[in-house]
C-alpha cells in the first residue's frame, strides 16, 4: 500500500526551512519501501511519513506539521540517492536548530520505521 499525503491531515509545507545538506544512497528496493510512506496505526506513532513528487515528507502525526523533506533522485544502477534536504525551522513547529541531530533523527526513522540503512 502506498500512503498519499490525503491518508492524514496535514499542514502546509513551512516556509522556514533550512537545507540539511543530508546525503544517502538507498538501494532500489529501499527507496521503494521509503516511497511507500508511513501511515501511523496508533497514537503512539509519531510520524505520518508520504512521498509526492520524488520528495519524502516527515510529518508529526499530531500536529500534522512537516518537520523534514527530502528529494530522491534513481541512479542507473537502481539506487536512489537523496539530492536536496530540508527541515523545519519555524519554531512554533519544531525547536531543533540542529543539523547534526535532524540528520540521526531522520536515519533512526527511517531504520525503525522501514528497517532500512543506507549504502554509504
Known amino acids: 500500500m502506498v500512503v ?3 491518508d492524514w491531515k496535514t499542514m502546509p509545507i513551512p516556509v522556514e526551512k533550512a537545507d540539511l545538506g543530508y546525503q ?3 538501494r532500489a528496493v529501499d527507496a521503494k519501501k521509503i516511497m511507500s510512506g508511513y501511515k501511523p496505526e496508533d497514537m503512539d506513532d509519531r510520524w505520518f511519513i508520504y512521498c509526492e513528487d520524488s520528495w519524502v515528507y516527515f510529518v508529526r502525526s499530531w500536529t500534522g506539521h512537516h518537520i523534514f523533506g527530502f528529494e530522491l533522485a534513481a541512479s542507473p544502477d537502481g539506487s536512489s ?3 536536496a534536504s530540508w527541515a ?3 519554531i512554533d513547529e519544531y525547536q531543533s536548530t540542529s543539523e ?3 540528520i540521526q533523527t531522520i536515519n533512526d526513522l527511517i531504520n525503525g520505521i522501514f528497517n532500512v540503512r543506507s549504502n554509504d
Open 100 to 102: 547534526t541531530a535532524d
Open 81 to 83: 540517492c537523496v539530492i
Open 88 to 90: 523545519n525551522r519555524n
Open 24 to 26: 544517502k544512497v538507498f
Open 4 to 6: 498519499k499525503k490525503s
